[in-house]
C-alpha cells in the first residue's frame, strides 16, 4: 500500500470513511476523481483503520501491455500470499477460459472467509488495452463472494458498469463526494493554524467548491501574509488560481486547443457528444484528460464539467474569438440541442447567434399546442429580440406570427387576437410576396384557432371563413410544413358546446366546424383530419348510439391514420375502447390496446406515454383495476406535462381511479380544483360527467340530499339531447343512485327517465362485473398445461421488460422489425396480455422475468 501520501496534512475524513464502508458492501466499487481530489489517500486511510486485506496494486502506463500488468498484478498479490502470487504468474494472463476459471479458483481458494479482501488498482484511467478491460469486465461481471474490487481512477473507466449497475453489484464514488463539506474545510484550516473567520470559510467553500488543490493553495498564501492581513481574498485567489492556470495548463496548449476550450466556454453544458461536434480535431477530447481537474468528464451526466474557476478564466478570454466563430459554435450547438430534444437549450443558442430562421423553425418543430412553461419561455425569447423594431422578414415573421401563436398557446387570446389583427392591418395593404403572404396565412390560422376554442362560450360557430381566409394567402405563395406542427391537438373533449344545454347545440357545433377541415387539411399539410367525424363519434357515444359511435370512429381514424393525426387516432380508439366494454368484447379491446401500443412507436407523436397512460388508465378505473394504471394517476401531487386544454381529460381519469378505489373524498377534490377540475366545466360533455360522477361520490359519503341535486343538475344537462352514456357508464353505482332517486319524494327527476337508466345502467354494470373479473383471472394456462416460451419469445419479453422499442429489439435479436411483431403478438395471446405492461406484469407473476432486470 502506498505511504506517505499527501504528507501536508493527515486530516481524518470520517465522512469518507462512512461512504467506502457502506460502498464495500457491493462487490465491485470506482472511485472516479480529477488529480488532487484525495481519492488514493481517502482509500488508504479507511483501509489502514479496517480489518480488510488490501491487495494494492499501482498501474502505470506500462501497464497497458498484458504482460507487463500480470507481472505487476502478480507481484502485488504475492506480497500478501507469496504461494499464490508464484502460481499466478505460473498460469500468466488469463486469455483462455481455462486460464480465467484456473485464476477463479486459485484467488477463491486463498482469500477465504472470514478474511475479508480488496483487490485495489490505482490509476486505472491508464488502462485502454482492451484484453486488459476485457479480463475486468469477466472479473466483475461474476464476483467472487469473498473478494471485493476497488478501481481508483482520474476519468470513467471503459468498463462495462451498465450490466452492473443494473444487477445491484456497483457502487460509485465521485468527485462531488470527494469535495471537502463546510465542515471539512473548517477543520482543514484549523489544522493548518490558520485562523479563519465563519464569512472567509463560507466564501472559500463557495469559491473553492471543496478542492483540495485549491485549498492547500490557499492555506500556502495565508501562510506568508503579513500581520493584519486579511488571510483570503477572493479576488486575490481568482488572480492567483487564473496565474496558476494560465502557467500551468492553458499556455503550453496548442493555439487550436486554447480555442476549442473558450468556445467550449460559450455554452452552458457539455454533453459529450455536443463537445465532440464542437471539436474540429478529435484529438481535442483525448487532450482534455490531460487538463483533469479543471475539465472532467462525468459518466452520471454523459458529460463534461468544468471547474468554475477555469470556466471564468476561460469566459474572461471569449473576444479573442471573431463574431463568426462565436456565431458557429452556437449554431452548432443549437442544431445538436435541438436535435436531442433539447428545446429550451437549442432555442437560447440560437438567440445568442442571431439567427431567427433558425428559431422559427425550432418553434414550427413543435405541437401546435406547447406545454404552457414551454411557450412562456419561448414568448420571452421572441419579444425580447423584437424589442428593436428592427424590419427584417425574420425579426417580422416572429413578432407576428410566432408571437401570437405563443400568446395562443398560453391562453392569451384577446392578445394573440391583437397581434394577429395588427398583422393583417399592416401587411394586407403592402404588395404581395411570399414573406408577407406567409404572416397573413398564420395571423388568419390563428385567429381561426381562437373562434374554434371560444365557439362554445360566444356560440358563434361561423368559424370556416378565417381559415378560407388563410388558404387564399397558402394558395398564392404555398409553403411546406410536415412534423408535428401539422399534428391537431385536441381538447378535452371534441364538440365545442358548453352551457347552458339546449336541443341542437352540439349538431350546430359540428356543422360549424366541418367546414373547417378542408382549409386547415390544405394549409397545414393534413391538420384535423378526420376530427369532424370524431366529433360526431363523441355525441353519438354520449347519446348511447353505439353502433353510429362506432361507424364515425372508424371513419375518423382511418382520415386520422393517413394524415399522421395522432391525437385524433388516440381519441378514436378512446371511443371505441369505451364502445367494446359496453358491448362486452375482449377481443376488440384487446386490439385496441395493440393499436395503442403500437403509436408508442412513433417518434413523432408527441406526448404519445401520457396520453396511453390517461386512455388506459380511464379503462382500468372503469374495470375496477385500479394497480394496472399509471401511478401519477393515482396521487394528487403529480401532473403531467399538457398544456391545459387537455387537463380536464386528465383530471376525469384522475377522478375515476379515486372512485374505482373508494376514496370519494379525493373525487371531489380533484373535480373541485380550480387548477384541473374547473376545466371540465367550460365543456358541456365535461361538466356532464364531472356532475354525475360528484352525485355518485356525495352519495357514498352519505350525503343523499346533495347528491340528488347533483344528479338532477347533471340530468337537466342531459335532457335536451338525450346525453345518457355518462349516467349508464357508472353501471351499479348509478343503479343505486337512480333508485334512490325514484324513492325520494324530493327529487324532480322524471321516474320513467330514472327507470331506464336505472335498466341500462344495471345491465352496464353486470357486462362490467364480468369483464372486470376476467382481468383478475388467474395466471393463464395454455390448453390445461403451463405456457411454455419459445428461446426467442423469452429474449423478446426480457427486451420489452427494460424498455426497448420494437425497432431496438429488431436490432438486438438480429430479426425483421415484422418477425419482432409477430412474437409480441404471439407472446399476448400466449400470456393473455392486453398490452405491454399486463405482459410484463403477468410473465413476472410467472417467473419468466425473475432474472430480468425490469
Same mark, same amino acid.
Given at each position: 500500500?502506498?505511504?506517505?501520501?499527501?504528507?501536508?496534512f493527515?486530516?481524518?475524513?470520517?465522512?469518507?470513511?462512512?461512504?467506502?464502508?457502506?460502498?464495500?458492501?457491493?462487490?465491485?466499487?470506482?472511485?472516479?476523481?480529477?488529480?488532487?481530489?484525495?481519492?488514493?489517500?481517502?482509500?488508504?486511510?479507511?483501509?489502514?483503520?479496517?480489518?480488510?486485506?488490501?491487495?494494492?496494486?499501482?498501474l502505470?502506463?506500462?501497464?497497458?501491455?498484458?504482460?507487463?500488468?500480470?507481472?505487476?498484478?502478480?507481484?502485488?498479490?504475492?506480497?500478501?500470499?507469496?504461494?499464490?502470487?508464484?502460481?499466478?504468474?505460473?498460469?500468466?494472463?488469463?486469455?483462455?477460459?481455462?486460464?480465467?476459471?484456473?485464476?477463479r !479458483?486459485?484467488?477463491?481458494?486463498?482469500?477465504?472467509?472470514?478474511?475479508k479482501?480488496?483487490?485495489?488498482?490505482?490509476?486505472?484511467?491508464?488502462?485502454?488495452?482492451?484484453?486488459?478491460?476485457?479480463?475486468?469486465?469477466?472479473?466483475?461481471a461474476?464476483?467472487?463472494s469473498?473478494?471485493?474490487?476497488?478501481?481508483?481512477?482520474?476519468?470513467?473507466?471503459?468498463?462495462?458498469?451498465?450490466?452492473?449497475?443494473?444487477?445491484?453489484?456497483?457502487?460509485?464514488?465521485?468527485?462531488?463526494?470527494?469535495?471537502?463539506?463546510?465542515?471539512?474545510?473548517?477543520?482543514?484550516?484549523?489544522?493548518?493554524?490558520?485562523?479563519?473567520?465563519?464569512?472567509?470559510? !463560507?466564501?472559500?467553500?463557495?469559491?473553492?467548491?471543496?478542492?483540495?488543490?485549491?485549498?492547500?493553495?490557499?492555506?500556502?498564501?495565508?501562510?506568508?501574509?503579513?500581520?493584519?492581513?486579511?488571510?483570503?481574498?477572493?479576488?486575490?485567489?481568482?488572480?492567483n488560481?487564473?496565474?496558476?492556470?494560465?502557467?500551468?495548463?492553458?499556455?503550453g496548449?496548442?493555439?487550436?486547443?486554447?480555442?476549442f476550450?473558450?468556445?467550449?466556454?460559450?455554452?452552458?453544458?457539455?454533453?459529450?457528444?455536443?463537445?465532440?461536434?464542437?471539436?474540429?480535431?478529435?484529438?481535442?477530447?483525448?487532450?482534455i484528460?490531460?487538463i483533469?481537474?479543471?475539465?472532467?468528464y462525468?459518466?452520471?451526466? $454523459?458529460?463534461?464539467r468544468?471547474?468554475?474557476?477555469?470556466?471564468?478564466?476561460l469566459?474572461?478570454?471569449?473576444?479573442?474569438?471573431s463574431?463568426?466563430?462565436?456565431?458557429e459554435?452556437?449554431?452548432?450547438?443549437?442544431?445538436?440541442?435541438?436535435?436531442?430534444k433539447?428545446?429550451?437549450?437549442? #432555442?437560447?443558442?440560437?438567440?445568442?447567434?442571431?439567427?431567427?430562421?433558425?428559431l422559427?423553425?425550432?418553434?414550427?418543430?413543435?405541437?401546435?399546442?406547447?406545454?404552457?412553461?414551454?411557450?412562456?419561455?419561448?414568448?420571452?425569447?421572441?419579444?425580447?429580440?423584437?424589442?428593436?423594431?428592427?424590419?427584417?422578414?425574420?425579426?417580422?415573421?416572429?413578432?407576428?406570427?410566432?408571437?401570437?401563436?405563443?400568446?395562443?398557446?398560453l391562453?392569451?387570446?384577446?392578445?394573440?387576437?391583437?397581434?394577429?389583427?395588427?398583422a393583417?392591418?399592416?401587411?394586407?395593404?403592402?404588395?404581395?410576396?411570399?414573406?408577407?403572404?406567409?404572416?397573413?396565412?398564420?395571423?388568419?390560422?390563428v385567429?381561426?384557432?381562437?373562434?374554434?376554442?371560444?365557439?362554445?362560450?360566444?356560440? +358563434?360557430?361561423n368559424?370556416?371563413?378565417?381559415?378560407?381566409?388563410?388558404?387564399?394567402?397558402?394558395?398564392?405563395?404555398?409553403?411546406s410544413?410536415?412534423?408535428?406542427?401539422?399534428?391537431?391537438?385536441?381538447?378535452?373533449?371534441?364538440?365545442? #358546446?358548453?352551457?347552458?344545454?339546449?336541443?341542437?347545440?352540439?349538431?350546430?357545433?359540428?356543422?360549424?366546424?366541418?367546414?373547417?377541415?378542408?382549409?386547415?387539411?390544405?394549409?397545414?399539410?393534413?391538420?384535423?383530419?378526420?376530427?369532424?367525424e370524431l366529433?360526431?363519434?363523441?355525441?353519438?357515444?354520449?347519446?348511447?348510439?353505439?353502433?353510429?359511435?362506432?361507424?364515425?370512429?372508424?371513419?375518423?381514424?382511418?382520415?386520422?391514420?393517413?394524415?399522421?393525426?395522432y391525437?385524433?387516432?388516440?381519441?378514436?380508439?378512446?371511443?371505441?375502447?369505451?364502445?367494446?366494454?359496453?358491448?362486452?368484447?375482449?377481443r376488440?379491446?384487446?386490439?385496441?390496446?395493440?393499436?395503442?401500443?403500437?403509436?408508442l412507436?412513433?417518434?413523432?407523436?408527441?406526448?404519445?406515454?401520457?396520453?396511453?397512460?390517461?386512455?388506459?388508465?380511464?379503462?382500468?378505473?372503469?374495470?375496477?383495476?385500479?394497480?394496472?394504471?399509471?401511478?401519477?394517476?393515482?396521487?394528487?401531487?403529480?401532473?403531467?406535462?399538457? +398544456?391545459?386544454?387537455? $387537463?380536464?381529460?386528465?383530471?376525469?381519469?384522475?377522478?375515476?381511479?379515486?372512485? #374505482?378505489?373508494?376514496?370519494?373524498?379525493?373525487?371531489?377534490?380533484?373535480?373541485?380544483?380550480?387548477?384541473?377540475?374547473?376545466?371540465l366545466?367550460?365543456?358541456?360533455l365535461?361538466?356532464?360527467?364531472?356532475?354525475?360522477?360528484?352525485?355518485?361520490?356525495?352519495?357514498?359519503l352519505?350525503?343523499?340530499?346533495?347528491?340528488?341535486?347533483?344528479?338532477?343538475a347533471?340530468?337537466?344537462?342531459?335532457?335536451?339531447?338525450?346525453?345518457?352514456?355518462?349516467?349508464i357508464?357508472?353501471? !351499479?353505482?348509478?343503479?343505486?343512485?337512480?333508485?334512490?332517486?325514484?324513492?325520494?319524494?324530493?327529487?324532480?327527476?322524471?321516474s320513467?327517465?330514472?327507470?331506464?337508466?336505472?335498466?341500462?345502467?344495471?345491465?352496464?354494470?353486470?357486462?362490467?362485473?364480468?369483464? #372486470?373479473?376476467?382481468?383478475?383471472?388467474?395466471?393463464?394456462?395454455?390448453?390445461?398445461?403451463?405456457?411454455?416460451?419459445?428461446r426467442?419469445?423469452?429474449?423478446?419479453?426480457?427486451?420489452?421488460?427494460?424498455?426497448?422499442?420494437?425497432?431496438?429489439?429488431?436490432?438486438?435479436?438480429?430479426?425483421?422489425?415484422?418477425?419482432?411483431?409477430?412474437?409480441?403478438?404471439?407472446?399476448?395471446?400466449?400470456?393473455?396480455?392486453?398490452?405491454?405492461?399486463?405482459?410484463?406484469?403477468?410473465?413476472?407473476?410467472?417467473?419468466?422475468?425473475?432474472?430480468?432486470?425490469?
Open positions: 500500500m502506498p505511504q506517505n501520501l499527501y504528507q501536508e493527515s486530516l481524518e475524513r470520517k465522512r469518507i470513511d462512512a461512504l467506502l464502508e457502506k460502498s464495500l458492501q457491493s462487490p465491485v466499487v470506482i472511485v472516479t476523481a480529477p488529480e488532487r481530489y484525495g481519492k488514493t489517500h481517502g482509500v488508504v486511510s479507511f483501509l489502514k483503520k479496517g480489518d480488510f486485506t488490501a491487495v494494492w496494486v499501482q502505470s502506463q506500462r501497464d497497458n501491455q498484458a504482460g507487463h500488468f500480470w507481472e505487476n498484478f502478480s507481484e502485488a498479490v504475492g506480497i500478501h500470499n507469496k504461494k499464490l502470487g508464484v502460481l499466478l504468474a505460473e498460469i500468466g494472463f488469463p486469455e483462455t477460459n481455462r486460464q480465467f476459471d484456473r485464476y !479458483a486459485l484467488l477463491n481458494q486463498a482469500f477465504v472467509p472470514p478474511q479482501t480488496v483487490i485495489v488498482l490505482d490509476d486505472f484511467y491508464f488502462i485502454n488495452n482492451e484484453m486488459i478491460i476485457h479480463f475486468f469486465d469477466r472479473v466483475m461474476v464476483p467472487l469473498n473478494i471485493r474490487i476497488l478501481l481508483i481512477s482520474r476519468s470513467e473507466p471503459a468498463l462495462n458498469t451498465v450490466s452492473l449497475l443494473s444487477r445491484g453489484l456497483l457502487a460509485r464514488i465521485g468527485a462531488e463526494d470527494l469535495r471537502f463539506s463546510a465542515e471539512e474545510i473548517a477543520e482543514y484550516f484549523q489544522m493548518q493554524r490558520l485562523s479563519m473567520t465563519a464569512d472567509e470559510l !463560507a466564501q472559500i467553500c463557495r469559491d473553492t467548491e471543496g478542492w483540495l488543490l485549491q485549498l492547500s493553495s490557499i492555506a500556502a498564501d495565508s501562510k506568508n501574509k503579513k500581520s493584519g492581513e486579511a488571510l483570503y481574498s477572493a479576488e486575490e485567489m481568482k488572480m488560481s487564473f496565474k496558476k492556470i494560465d502557467g500551468s495548463y492553458f499556455a496548449m496548442e493555439r487550436d486547443m486554447q480555442k476550450l473558450i468556445k467550449l466556454s460559450l455554452i452552458e453544458h457539455w454533453p459529450r457528444d455536443l463537445v465532440k461536434t464542437l471539436a474540429s480535431n478529435q484529438k481535442f477530447i483525448e487532450k484528460e490531460e483533469n481537474p479543471l475539465i472532467r462525468d459518466a452520471y451526466i $454523459h458529460g463534461f468544468i471547474h468554475r474557476l477555469f470556466l471564468e478564466f469566459r474572461a478570454r471569449q473576444d479573442e474569438l463574431a463568426e466563430e462565436s456565431r459554435v452556437y449554431i452548432r450547438a443549437a442544431e445538436w440541442c435541438a436535435a436531442n433539447l428545446i429550451m437549450e437549442a #432555442a437560447i443558442n440560437y438567440e445568442h447567434a442571431g439567427d431567427y430562421r433558425g422559427i423553425d425550432l418553434v414550427y418543430s413543435f405541437p401546435r399546442i406547447l406545454p404552457n412553461e414551454t411557450a412562456a419561455f419561448f414568448l420571452e425569447i421572441v419579444e425580447r429580440l423584437t424589442r428593436e423594431g428592427e424590419e427584417s422578414w425574420p425579426l417580422l415573421f416572429l413578432r407576428y406570427a410566432v408571437r401570437a401563436k405563443l400568446l395562443l398557446a391562453g392569451r387570446y384577446e392578445k394573440a387576437s391583437e397581434v394577429s389583427r395588427d393583417i392591418a399592416k401587411f394586407e395593404v403592402l404588395p404581395p410576396g411570399p414573406g408577407n403572404a406567409r404572416i397573413l396565412c398564420a395571423a388568419y390560422i385567429l381561426g384557432t381562437i373562434a374554434i376554442f371560444t365557439c362554445r362560450f360566444t356560440r +358563434n360557430y368559424i370556416a371563413p378565417w381559415y378560407e381566409r388563410a388558404d387564399f394567402y397558402y394558395r398564392q405563395y404555398p409553403f410544413l410536415k412534423g408535428k406542427v401539422t399534428q391537431a391537438n385536441i381538447t378535452s373533449y371534441v364538440c365545442q #358546446a358548453a352551457c347552458p344545454a339546449e336541443k341542437g347545440l352540439f349538431e350546430k357545433a359540428i356543422q360549424g366546424f366541418a367546414p373547417v377541415i378542408p382549409y386547415a387539411s390544405h394549409v397545414l399539410n393534413g391538420f384535423l383530419c378526420g376530427a369532424d366529433a360526431r363519434c363523441e355525441f353519438a357515444y354520449f347519446k348511447g348510439d353505439l353502433p353510429e359511435a362506432e361507424n364515425f370512429a372508424r371513419k375518423a381514424l382511418f382520415r386520422a391514420h393517413e394524415k399522421k393525426q391525437e385524433i387516432e388516440t381519441r378514436g380508439f378512446f371511443f371505441l375502447l369505451r364502445i367494446y366494454l359496453h358491448s362486452g368484447d375482449p376488440e379491446i384487446q386490439k385496441i390496446f395493440r393499436q395503442l401500443e403500437a403509436r412507436e412513433a417518434d413523432e407523436y408527441p406526448n404519445r406515454y401520457i396520453f396511453y397512460d390517461i386512455v388506459s388508465g380511464w379503462f382500468y378505473a372503469q374495470t375496477k383495476n385500479t394497480g394496472r394504471a399509471a401511478p401519477w394517476l393515482k396521487n394528487d401531487f403529480e401532473k403531467s406535462e399538457l +398544456n391545459s386544454y387537455y $387537463h380536464g381529460f386528465e383530471i376525469m381519469v384522475k377522478a375515476k381511479c379515486s372512485f #374505482a378505489e373508494k376514496n370519494y373524498q379525493a373525487v371531489l377534490k380533484a373535480l373541485d380544483d380550480p387548477d384541473g377540475g374547473n376545466l366545466e367550460g365543456f358541456l365535461g361538466k356532464l360527467e364531472k356532475t354525475a360522477l360528484r352525485s355518485a361520490s356525495l352519495y357514498h352519505g350525503e343523499k340530499d346533495a347528491a340528488l341535486q347533483e344528479l338532477t347533471a340530468y337537466e344537462m342531459a335532457i335536451p339531447d338525450s346525453l345518457d352514456m355518462p349516467f357508464e357508472m353501471g !351499479a353505482d348509478m343503479r343505486i343512485l337512480a333508485g334512490a332517486a325514484l324513492n325520494s319524494k324530493d327529487c324532480a327527476i322524471p320513467l327517465w330514472l327507470e331506464r337508466i336505472r335498466k341500462r345502467a344495471s345491465a352496464y354494470g353486470k357486462k362490467l362485473f364480468l369483464f #372486470a373479473e376476467e382481468l383478475k383471472r388467474p395466471i393463464p394456462e395454455e390448453n390445461g398445461r403451463r405456457i411454455i416460451l419459445a426467442r419469445e423469452k429474449a423478446v419479453l426480457r427486451s420489452l421488460s427494460q424498455g426497448l422499442t420494437r425497432e431496438k429489439i429488431a436490432g438486438e435479436e438480429n430479426l425483421s422489425l415484422n418477425a419482432v411483431k409477430e412474437i409480441i403478438k404471439n407472446l399476448y395471446a400466449k400470456l393473455g396480455a392486453l398490452n405491454r405492461a399486463d405482459a410484463i406484469r403477468i410473465a413476472t407473476a410467472l417467473g419468466f422475468l425473475k432474472n430480468s432486470s425490469h
